[in-house]
């Protein structure tokens, strides 16, 4: 069908540049000779010629890919794109890099000539190869795949080793072979790799693979000492050990390429040939050994050397070479410049956590030590990346063993089997740990550890990553190098942001399915779809790479529609705080939420201003993260030199803000300001009214404070059963 195509074009005259030579058959191929008019240089770098024939060589029965092939004999092969050939199939050029089937539904009968018309014009300016294409590959029509833990030592006596499985897919000849120091799943069939490095030999055209232990001498010769002599010398003294005479030859050739004969930069090339026949076999085939009749036993043949014929009965299987990845391989399959070797301690390995950490390792990022003290239960399934095998087993323990049998190269992730809240007696291993480690990585999904970490005396910055209640919103904050803003200044700043602004609503609203998966009144799963986060958990770990590195701190929030499937990405703001130590309490005040207040304060200028003041309360650790404000409700009065605050709307506007942070942020008092010429200090009116405020709070354990804004300076007074502190900070 093409080539009738091709010739319908031609005889049309609608391909300019080509003529028609002549056409013919040949079995059955269907061979189509054009004349071509190429645009080339007087003296261009490869011998084209502004003339050329090429024979276009078709499957008369399927619609293969076709064949190129040069009509003049002297046609150069080197260091061109050339399949060179054998007795049956003439040297052949290699068009297209894509694969036929890629491109065969758009190829056209102009488009195949075209592309043949650019080929011989770029090998003509010496412009074939891009700068970072490969050199050509010494042999080509491999039989399969051979797939090595490492590569053996070269030049010492050939190496033993086990295989996991061998395979024929599609009629290709795949095998694995495993790491004899750490063999896993192996069958019982042993290989014996011989193993030695030729060349260095210029890149040169590409040739059919040896299916033969003659071709393949003949490939090699004149490169290295000839390999049947080296063969010969060990397959004697194997085929007489006991031990090994039953297995079968791999040979491994490190192929080293030099560019040109002019320089010195090698490249390697690998390439293996299996033989089917046991070592035993091959030394009797090769007449190297000789087995008594009357015995039976074997013995040496001195001084053969195995006959041409010996040598072609020997049949081989060519295999290209793949090696196992380890992390510099994975990174730069993942495309990124190379092995992330940052030391990172991630608290929590459940669905996101086992996620991130997973896709990080696939990336070739970080050396990890894991901590997590659950234990992974059937319900987990749905969306963790561990599976029925490993249920009733330590999830730290269970994700780190599956990740590296994933990925045995890589190296293997430390587990600690331990809550962070209570370490128990993992207590000094995690310390060692928490201090060892650069990057501290909350993905828990738990607020109590979160902020255990972030009490930890570790020097290391602290990164939290979670996922809302309904499983499609993703939040990660990080803290910055310095740890000047840290994860309770981006906790209060994150929960003041989504809690005021209209674009985040529904974040934090509870989930309205779940799931009970025991008896337990705590024993509830929610319904979110392992969809659902490995969507969220490939964005946190490509964010995780990003930003690992970065300087200053940050706070993004990401929201996935299950049924667009689109992503909207926000980036928050972030800000460290003014801090007052009110011992044993440690009171801290946003500055994002200072820059508001001191908008409204100016706004409002001559008069004062005021509003209710929110934030974390934590009593274990004694702290008050005040973040978030209410400005002044519409009843309020505001004059020069007296705010008294309204009531309108405010316990609804209260509670909108504790709904929409799932109670995390909290009434903790009030503020107003002053005017200009007044210091930020409470007036008696102001005492009066503070008393009242700690009258209503007395006794209930709950700190409530009072906060004074004047155009330079920050007052703040704390009232908890009856005990006062105060300070005062400057503004900048």
């Known amino acids: 069908m093409r080539a009738r195509e091709i010739v319908a074009l031609l005889l049309a005259e609608g391909a300019p540049f080509f003529k028609l030579v002549e056409i013919y058959q040949k079995g059955r191929l269907d061979v189509v000779l ?57 040297h052949t050029l290699c068009i297209w890099f894509a694969p036929f089937d890629e491109i065969r539904g758009n190829l056209t009968p102009i488009g195949l000539l075209e592309a043949l018309k650019r080929w011989l014009e770029c090998a003509a300016a010496g412009t074939l190869h891009d700068p970072d294409q490969p050199l050509e590959p010494l042999l080509r029509n491999a039989a399969g795949t051979l797939i090595l833990p490492g590569l053996p030592p070269v030049g010492e006596a050939p190496v033993v080793v086990p295989t996991r499985h061998t395979q024929r897919p599609f009629g290709r000849f795949v095998l694995r072979l495993e790491d004899p120091a750490r063999p896993r799943n192996a069958q019982d069939a042993a290989f014996c790799i011989f193993s030695r490095v030729v060349g260095p030999i210029p890149q040169r055209a590409t040739r059919l693979a040896p299916r033969n232990l003659a071709e393949l001498a003949e490939v090699l010769d004149g490169v290295s000492e000839p390999l049947t002599k080296q063969i010969a010398t060990w397959a004697t003294e194997f085929g007489m050990d006991t031990n090994r005479r039953s297995c079968q030859l791999i040979i491994l050739l490190n192929v080293q390429k030099w560019t040109s004969d002019a320089c010195d930069d090698t490249r390697n090339e690998y390439w293996a040939f299996y033989c089917d026949k046991s070592i035993e076999a091959l030394a009797e085939t090769l007449g190297l050994v000789a087995r008594d009749p009357t015995s039976g036993r074997l013995g040496k043949m001195l001084g053969v050397n195995p006959s041409p014929e010996q040598l072609v009965s020997v049949r081989i299987d060519p295999l290209t070479v793949q090696f196992e990845v380890g992390s510099e391989e994975l990174a730069g399959f993942s495309g990124e410049e190379g092995a992330d070797k940052t030391k990172i301690l991630a608290i929590g390995v459940g669905a996101l956590g086992s996620t991130v950490f997973l896709a990080s390792t696939r990336a070739g990022f970080g050396e990890w030590t894991l901590v997590d003290s659950d234990i992974f239960l059937p319900h987990n399934t749905a969306r963790h990346i ?50 060892e480690a650069s990057v501290i990585l909350d993905i828990s999904a738990s607020v109590t550890a979160a902020r255990v970490i972030a009490e930890h005396p570790s020097p290391a910055r602290r990164i939290s990553a979670f996922l809302n209640p309904a499983g499609t919103d993703l939040v990660m904050l990080g803290e910055d190098q310095e740890r000047s803003a840290d994860l309770w200044d981006l906790e209060a700043d994150y929960y003041a942001q989504i809690s005021c602004e209209d674009v985040f609503g529904g974040h934090l609203e509870a989930v309205p399915g779940a799931t009970r998966y025991g008896n337990g009144c705590r024993d509830v799963s929610v319904h979110m779809s392992g969809d659902d986060v490995a969507v969220l958990g490939s964005i946190a770990s490509r964010q995780l790479r990003r930003r690992i590195h970065s300087t200053g701190s940050f706070a993004a929030l990401w929201r996935y529609d299950r049924e667009t499937g689109s992503v909207r990405s926000f980036e928050l703001s972030t800000s460290n705080s003014l ?46 993260c005040i973040a978030a404000a209410l400005p002044a409700p519409s009843d309020s009065e505001l004059r020069p030199n007296c705010f008294v605050r309204g009531s309108n709307r405010l316990s609804e506007d209260a509670q909108s803000l504790s709904d929409r942070s799932l109670g995390q942020l909290r009434y903790v008092g009030e503020w107003h300001s002053h005017p200009d010429h007044a210091p930020a200090k409470p007036s008696s009116t102001d005492n009066k009214m503070f008393d009242e405020l700690t009258r209503f709070f007395a006794s209930s354990g709950e700190p409530v404070f009072m906060a004074i804004l004047s155009n330079n300076e920050l007052f703040l007074r704390m009232s908890l059963n009856g005990e006062l502190n105060e300070g005062i900070v400057g503004v900048d």
Do not use: N, Y
């Open 386 to 435: 561990l599976g029925d095998a490993s249920i009733a087993e330590r999830k730290a323990h269970g994700v780190g063993r599956f990740a590296h049998w994933l990925m045995p190269r890589t190296s293997p992730a430390k587990a600690i089997d331990c809550d962070v809240s209570s370490p128990g007696e993992a207590s000094e291993e995690l310390d060692r740990a928490l201090g």
């Open 579 to 624: 801090r007052l130590d009110f011992e044993p309490w440690t009171v801290r005040f946003s500055r994002r939420l200072l820059k508001q207040l001191t908008a409204l304060r100016t706004a409002s200028l001559p008069a004062e201003t005021g509003g209710a003041l929110f934030g974390i309360v934590d009593r274990t650790h004694k702290r008050v």
């Open 34 to 90: 054009v004349e071509i008019e190429l645009g080339v240089a007087q003296r261009p770098v490869v011998d084209i010629r502004p003339v050329e024939q090429i024979a276009i060589v078709f499957s008369a029965e399927q619609d293969l890919q076709p064949e190129f092939v040069p009509a003049r004999d002297d046609f150069p092969k080197e260091p061109l794109h050339v399949m060179v050939g054998d007795q049956d199939f003439p």
